[in-house]
């Protein structure tokens, strides 16, 4: 069965506010069955344009990923994220 992919491409407006959403944030993907496969690290964008982080999530499966990205706790945790980065969110199935 492919596995499903949370993918986050995000630009950090607010450093130390961010740094909640990343504390808080893990633990709910993880206890939902995701696995950070990337996750900030080094990026180099060789063909159009970029945010400046990058982070995967890889879950068992497509319905796994969109139901851990709609996941109350998570999209509260969210909201933080949304105040304090510019970020495009990709669910996705991969093989």
């Known amino acids: 069965m492919p596995k499903g992919y949370i993918i986050a491409h995000i630009t950090v407006e607010d450093p130390e506010a961010y740094r909640e959403y990343v504390e808080r944030d893990t633990p709910i993907l993880e206890g939902l069955g995701g696995r ?17 982080r990058h982070v995967v999530v890889e879950f068992d499966d497509f319905a796994a990923a969109r139901r851990a990205y709609h996941d109350p706790a998570y999209q509260e945790v969210a909201e933080i994220r949304r105040r304090t980065a510019q970020s495009t969110i990709i669910l996705a199935e991969g093989v």
């Not at 496969?37 to 970029?50: I, L």
């Open 36 to 52: 950070f496969v990337v996750r900030g690290g080094t990026g180099e964008v060789v063909e159009g344009a970029a945010h400046d």
